[in-house]
């Protein structure tokens, strides 16, 4: 199996289920509540275990409940969780999440001690990441830090992911040195400048980050499925009734790592991440809803036909 080194965030879900967003000002009652493990980085790291990888999280929590409970939970999965640092004199970090009934969701993230990964941990865990076939990277901890790990991994030819989220603006040269720059229509936009609101605006989207200095990307559109560039390639979704789709993102970009370090080609690969990540949709929550390797093959060999 592939070794999947996962450097990033992790957090607890607060996730509040209502028929309809409050308008500022107004309290509403919401239908159902649930707490959960997530963070971007720690969903990435479940999904790849849950394919089949052996996986590495390289994270910082807080010396608090929630950290400790963190740590169990990756455990529990079978994650190596020997990077994974408990920070004194702050939290860990919180994501309170608010779906609605359409399963649309709103996602406010609190970093707490993921704000303090830094240059220096990754330094230390250099024989990890040297030893991984892949490499994957968020946005949910300081910028410095995820750089210096990329391009640690870019200098030994390890092959890297490098997921753009949460959106923010970034020197495209600098990050464009991964193997995969892989944002949603939001997050391209806010890369690009440009909009994104169907296939063709991400096609220009796409040729833009390529200009600008981007090595390869894959933009994920939802219900339209994802666009490779370059070459041009459109990779349709699988149809689904979705429930919940937070950590849908998440649950591509970890299987995605799986498949292609699995020696997938890149077509086959990003259509069995987008059915993973379908998959991932028709169960509330992120990790929990994250499908094992054996009900996902089973889905594959019944839809691929």
Same mark, same amino acid.
């Given at each position: 199996?592939?070794?999947?080194?996962?450097? &990033?965030?992790?957090?607890?879900?607060?996730?509040?289920?209502?028929?309809?967003?409050?308008?500022?000002?107004?309290?509403?009652?919401?239908?159902?509540?649930?707490?959960?493990?997530?963070?971007?980085?720690?969903?990435?790291?479940?999904?790849?275990?849950?394919?089949?990888?052996?996986?590495?999280? /390289?994270?910082?929590? &807080?010396?608090?409940?929630? @950290?400790?409970?963190?740590?169990?939970?990756?455990?529990?999965?079978?994650?190596?969780?020997?990077? #994974?640092?408990?920070?004194?004199?702050?939290?860990?970090?919180?994501?309170?999440?608010?779906?609605?009934?359409?399963?649309?969701?709103?996602?406010?993230?609190?970093?707490?001690?993921?704000?303090?990964? $830094?240059?220096?941990?990754?330094?230390?865990?250099?024989?990890?990441?040297?030893?991984?076939?892949?490499?994957?990277?968020?946005?949910?901890?300081?910028? +410095? $830090?995820?750089?210096?790990?990329?391009?640690?991994?870019?200098?030994?030819?390890?092959?890297?992911?490098?997921?753009?989220?949460?959106?923010?603006?970034?020197?495209?040269?600098? #990050? *464009?040195?991964?193997?995969?720059? /892989?944002?949603?229509?939001?997050?391209?936009?806010?890369?690009?400048?440009?909009?994104?609101?169907?296939?063709?605006?991400?096609?220009?989207?796409?040729?833009?980050?390529?200009?600008?200095?981007?090595?390869?990307?894959?933009? $994920?559109?939802?219900?339209?499925?994802?666009?490779?560039?370059?070459?041009?390639?459109? /990779?349709?979704?699988?149809?689904?009734?979705?429930?919940?789709? $937070?950590?849908?993102?998440?649950?591509? /970009? &970890?299987?995605?790592?799986?498949?292609?370090?699995? *020696?997938?080609?890149?077509?086959? +690969?990003?259509?069995?991440?987008?059915?993973?990540?379908?998959?991932?949709?028709?169960?509330? @929550?992120?990790?929990?809803?994250?499908?094992?390797?054996?009900?996902?093959?089973?889905?594959?060999?019944?839809?691929?036909?």
């Amino acid at each position: 199996m592939p070794h999947i080194v996962v450097i &990033g965030s992790a957090n607890i879900d607060l996730t509040t289920f209502t028929d309809q967003f409050p308008r500022p000002g107004e309290t509403i009652f919401g239908r159902d509540f649930s707490l959960g493990f997530g963070g971007k980085g720690a969903n990435q790291a479940v999904a790849a275990r849950n394919c089949g990888a052996d996986v590495t999280m /390289i994270a910082r929590v &807080g010396e608090d409940m929630f @950290g400790d409970a963190t740590i169990e939970n990756l455990k529990s999965y079978g994650i190596d969780t020997s990077r #994974v640092l408990k920070t004194a004199g702050v939290s860990t970090g919180v994501a309170p999440i608010f779906v609605e009934s359409s399963g649309q969701n709103r996602i406010l993230v609190v970093k707490g001690a993921n704000d303090c990964l $830094t240059p220096a941990d990754v330094e230390a865990a250099r024989d990890v990441i040297l030893s991984a076939d892949m490499v994957v990277f968020q946005l949910e901890i300081p910028l +410095a $830090t995820t750089i210096a790990a990329l391009e640690l991994a870019n200098r030994h030819g390890i092959s890297t992911i490098f997921n753009p989220a949460p959106a923010q603006v970034l020197d495209l040269k600098q #990050v *464009g040195i991964a193997d995969y720059v /892989i944002p949603n229509e939001t997050e391209a936009e806010v890369l690009s400048g440009m909009r994104v609101t169907n296939l063709d605006d991400a096609r220009a989207c796409a040729r833009k980050l390529l200009a600008d200095g981007i090595n390869r990307a894959i933009i $994920t559109l939802g219900a339209n499925g994802a666009l490779l560039m370059e070459p041009e390639v459109h /990779i349709e979704a699988f149809s689904v009734q979705p429930v919940d789709t $937070t950590g849908a993102g998440d649950a591509f /970009i &970890g299987s995605l790592a799986v498949f292609l370090s699995s *020696g997938y080609g890149e077509r086959e +690969a990003i259509s069995r991440a987008n059915l993973y990540a379908a998959l991932s949709t028709l169960n509330v @929550g992120t990790q929990k809803s994250f499908v094992k390797a054996d009900v996902f093959t089973a889905e594959w060999q019944r839809r691929s036909k």
